[in-house]
């Protein structure tokens, strides 16, 4: 069966000029041979008009131009249809494209996708939200918050806006369940990743991987700024190990367990974000990974 690609690309997504990606994207995709068609993304996430231009056209691979949140939105709303996905990072942090060892330089992105090798990659729920690779309660959803509202993007933006928040973040209180097991904390932040990948290449959870079927759960306890900073070393480093949930200590500076689903009790309503982009805050979380949730060339 004859390969054809639909792109979505994102117009605002990172600092590249995406008037050049599309020549790009055209350039490399007639040298193949693939028959394409291109769409910019929507502002709202809604994607259903695409279902019959899938079924119409034949499409066999949805190629998504754009950073963490755009791709959040094209998964969620395509995956149930019978396509593969592709990724060409161009957004701040690039998360789940960095996960897959998907390549920044969009020719070489575009090498990968054709050669067509896709895998099952698992996302998982926040209550009725989808995400592909991360959910962050606390401080890193804060940055994001204030990224998002910043005239400028690109990573110079994100590290001053880290930096700045860092300094006045503070701690909240949390009450977590896994299993039969219930953890009463208070935490600068809590990730619960399905990517090993903060975004950059900053890796908050090594073991996370986008195929176990588990989510990895970090939690960065209350504690002084000099001690937050070495704890994220030894995470970033790999020098903490994963512990079974019904072992872990509640008194540990840094909490890292993995587990099928979570029920999160944010009770004083830490800001959140999904896979980069904030989203309004809920009192309390069911969140549970969905396995083999869609197709990824990486």
């Given at each position: 069966m004859q390969r054809k690609l639909l792109y979505i690309v994102n117009p605002i997504s990172g600092t590249r000029s995406k008037g050049s990606l599309e020549d790009i994207i055209k350039t490399e995709t007639k040298k193949i041979g693939f028959p394409f068609f291109i769409y910019p993304s929507v502002a709202d996430g809604d994607y259903s008009f695409l279902h019959s231009i899938i079924k119409e056209k034949a499409i066999t691979d949805v190629v998504i131009a754009g950073g963490d949140g755009t791709i959040n939105q094209v998964v969620n709303d395509l995956r149930k249809q019978e396509v593969q996905f592709?990724?060409?990072?161009?957004?701040?942090?690039?998360?789940?494209?960095?996960?897959?060892?998907?390549?920044?330089?969009?020719?070489?992105?575009?090498?990968?996708?054709?050669?067509?090798?896709?895998?099952?990659?698992?996302?998982?729920?926040?209550?009725?939200?989808?995400?592909?690779?991360?959910?962050g309660l606390g401080f890193d959803a804060q940055v994001a918050h204030d990224f998002a509202n910043a005239p400028k993007r690109g990573l110079t933006t994100y590290v001053q806006k880290t930096i700045k928040n860092f300094f006045s973040a503070k701690a909240y209180s949390f009450v977590l369940t896994a299993g039969d097991k219930e953890i009463k904390t208070e935490a600068f932040f809590i990730s619960i990743a399905n990517s090993n990948q903060f975004g950059?290449?900053?890796?908050?959870?090594?073991?996370?991987?986008?195929?176990?079927?588990?989510?990895?759960?970090?939690?960065?306890?209350?504690?002084?700024?000099?001690?937050?900073?070495?704890?994220?070393?030894?995470?970033?480093?790999?020098?903490?190990?994963?512990k079974s949930v019904d072992i872990i200590d509640e008194t540990s500076s840094l909490i890292y367990f993995q587990t099928e689903a979570l029920l999160v009790t944010n009770k004083d309503g830490a800001p959140m974000h999904i896979d980069g982009d904030p989203v309004e805050t809920v009192a309390q979380l069911k969140v549970k990974v969905l396995h083999d949730a869609f197709r990824l060339v990486q």
């Open positions: 592709g990724i060409i990072p161009c957004g701040s942090g690039n998360g789940l494209a960095f996960s897959a060892g998907i390549p920044k330089d969009p020719v070489k992105a575009l090498q990968l996708i054709f050669k067509g090798h896709s895998k099952l990659t698992d996302g998982f729920f926040i209550n009725k939200k989808f995400a592909c690779m991360l959910c950059n290449n900053f890796t908050i959870a090594p073991k996370a991987s986008l195929t176990d079927g588990l989510l990895d759960v970090v939690i960065m306890t209350k504690q002084n700024k000099l001690s937050i900073l070495f704890q994220t070393l030894k995470q970033i480093s790999g020098y903490n190990k994963v």
